[in-house]
């Protein structure tokens, strides 16, 4: 079975500065790796997704994520926000054996003025 | 792009009370599914649907819910009996291909709540 865990339920930033917010996860099969982000009142929007190959990709609105096999990660960067960034990120895992996505708890991004 | 529409925004039922919950995935996609997130918690899955059946279902999805895709455009969700722990945000979402690592679609929800 898989298992994600986002450490930060609320990460506050000051807008063009850096953000990185934290996903591990667990599985004893081969993974699939997602981020989505949910803006108010609107549905989960794919950022980026970890299928195989290389380690870093690069999704929409900036934002790059990176997968490290041996610390169990998938930590989502962007090196500059925007108050347009503010919303609810979440991590999602699938295995190669199943269909259903497992999800976080969710990272709340604020990006202040 | 294409989306996945679902309706209403909003629904408000009494306890025990049937629900229907309504979505229009994505037309050329061939794979189904309903997830749930009660307010402040995680969002969770409830059912997979492929081939005019069920692939796979949670532990949540216990004899009160039923799937259905009617005709060849709509995929709904039925709660039987309401509770008050149903309240919850709903997403359908769809997929095109076969494979755990495509990518799925949603739609932006139906907040249920049980009065």
């Known amino acids: 079975a898989q298992s994600v865990t986002q450490l930060d339920s609320q990460v506050p930033v000051f807008e063009e500065a850096p953000v990185e917010l934290r996903c591990n996860y667990s599985?004893?099969?081969?993974?699939?790796l997602f981020w989505y982000v949910q803006y108010p009142n609107q549905g989960l929007q794919l950022l980026l997704k970890?299928?195989?190959?290389?380690?870093l990709v690069k999704g929409i609105n900036g934002f790059e994520a990176e997968f490290n096999k041996s610390q169990t990660s998938f930590h989502l960067r962007k090196p500059s926000v925007h108050i347009s960034d503010t919303a609810e990120y979440f991590c999602?895992?699938?295995?190669?054996?199943?269909?259903?996505?497992?999800f976080g708890t969710g990272t709340r991004l604020q990006v202040f003025p | 792009e294409p989306e996945v529409t679902q309706t209403p925004s909003h629904q408000v039922t009494q306890m025990g009370q049937e629900v229907i919950l309504r979505c229009v995935p994505i037309?050329?996609?061939?794979?189904f599914y309903w997830y749930r997130q009660i307010l402040g918690q995680k969002v969770e899955f409830l059912v997979s649907?492929?081939?005019?059946?069920?692939?796979?279902k949670s532990e949540i999805f216990d004899d009160q819910f039923s799937v259905e895709r009617p005709d060849g455009s709509n995929f709904t969700l039925k709660i039987r009996s309401t509770k008050l722990e149903d309240s919850a945000m709903y997403f359908c979402?769809?997929?095109?291909?076969?494979?755990?690592?495509?990518?799925?679609?949603f739609g932006d929800g139906t907040r249920l709540s049980i009065l």
């Open positions: 979402a769809s997929r095109a291909r076969q494979g755990s690592n495509q990518p799925q679609h």
């Open positions: 599985s004893s099969v081969s993974v699939y």
């Open positions: 970890y299928l195989s190959g290389s380690t």
């Open positions: 999602a895992v699938s295995g190669w054996n199943t269909d259903k996505l497992i």
């Open positions: 037309s050329n996609h061939l794979y």
């Open positions: 649907f492929y081939n005019n059946e069920i692939s796979e």
